[in-house]
């Protein structure tokens, strides 16, 4: 794979020399991590586990560290193999990419669902990833939203 720029972020309205330039890396950059997220998807709706782990070895380096609320996994054969736990019970079942992808530096964030056998997202969530070149290196699996606010705090206020 060749070797990408780092993605950043850049301050919006800067107008600095160079900043067509650093568009172009950022969405170069942007674009591989998509197509890392799509492979990611492709191998989760893998039945097969020779296949699934091929698959992610296509899109995630070889100690990929992989958790959400359910499980964790460190490499591409244990990660498999919690994949098919995971989807054992839901045959049918579908994973997806439901957002773009957000990238800077060397992480990346998007939001995913799960389909049933008849197309409706009955779980939806959230990845927090990292990269590099070589393809994912951290995933952290969120499901549903964030949990609501109990109370709000204002900047300059005292808690009671």
Not at 13 to 37: C, K, T
Not at 86 to 106: I, M, N, Q
Not at 116 to 140: C, K, P, R
Request: with cysteine; proline share 8%.
């Amino acid at each position: 794979m060749s070797r990408l720029p780092p993605a950043r972020q850049a301050p919006s309205g800067a107008g600095l020399p160079g900043d067509d330039l650093h568009a172009a890396e950022d969405a170069q950059v942007a674009a591989h991590v998509s197509g890392l997220a799509d492979r990611l998807y492709h191998a989760w709706a893998q039945p097969d586990p020779v296949l699934r782990s091929r698959q992610l070895a296509e899109c995630c380096v070889a100690g990929v560290s992989y958790a959400n609320p359910l499980g964790a996994a460190v490499g591409v054969e244990r990660f498999s193999d919690l994949i098919g736990e995971f989807l054992a019970p839901y045959p049918g079942y579908r994973p997806l990419r439901t957002s773009a992808v957000d990238v800077h530096h060397d992480r990346a964030r998007w939001e995913w669902g799960l389909r049933d056998s008849i197309g409706q997202i009955v779980l939806a969530g959230l990845d927090v990833t990292t990269f590099d070149a070589e393809g994912l290196v951290s995933i952290s699996t969120f499901f549903g939203p964030p949990p609501r606010l109990t109370s709000t705090i204002t900047y300059g206020s005292t808690l009671t």
